[in-house]
């Protein structure tokens, strides 16, 4: 049965960092690309980043961009995403995601497509 168990959130003040991790059982993840999504209290869903399954392709939303770091290690079954200089409007619960289709590399807009397996999220909170 595939899985993907995210960890890594908590409270950090603003300017801090964490580390997310997704991790995936009951699938081979070298064949998925893997999306890292948020969402916030009484907000739409939003993509944050993606990476191809062989990492050679990653996208980022602009919000993100130049502070966030998606990056895997197939051997391990584990994607992460590196959060810098985080700021209040990250606040968020993030949810990993996995799909065989390559949207991180084919489709126009792959921070918007629907991926097929989730994870159950993990609450990163940014606040003084």
């Known amino acids: 049965q595939l899985q993907l168990v995210e960890s890594g959130g908590g409270l950090v003040q603003p300017g801090g960092s964490l580390r997310l991790s997704c991790e995936a059982s009951?699938?081979?993840?070298?064949?998925?690309?893997i999306g890292w999504f948020r969402q916030a209290p009484g907000k739409e869903r939003e993509g944050v980043s993606c990476?191809?399954?062989?990492?050679?392709?990653?996208n980022y939303a602009d919000s993100v961009k130049g502070r966030f770091t998606i990056s895997r290690d197939n051997a391990k079954k584990t994607v992460y995403l590196q959060m810098n200089s985080l700021k209040a409007e990250d606040t968020g619960v993030y949810y990993c995601?996995?799909?065989?289709?390559?949207?991180?590399?084919?489709?126009?807009?792959?921070?918007?497509?629907?991926?097929?397996?989730w994870g159950q999220g993990t609450q990163v909170t940014v606040s003084s």
């Open positions: 995601a996995a799909d065989l289709f390559p949207a991180c590399t084919v489709v126009p807009d792959p921070l918007s497509y629907e991926y097929n397996n």
């Open positions: 009951g699938f081979t993840l070298d064949y998925y690309d």
């Open positions: 990476i191809s399954s062989s990492g050679g392709n990653t």
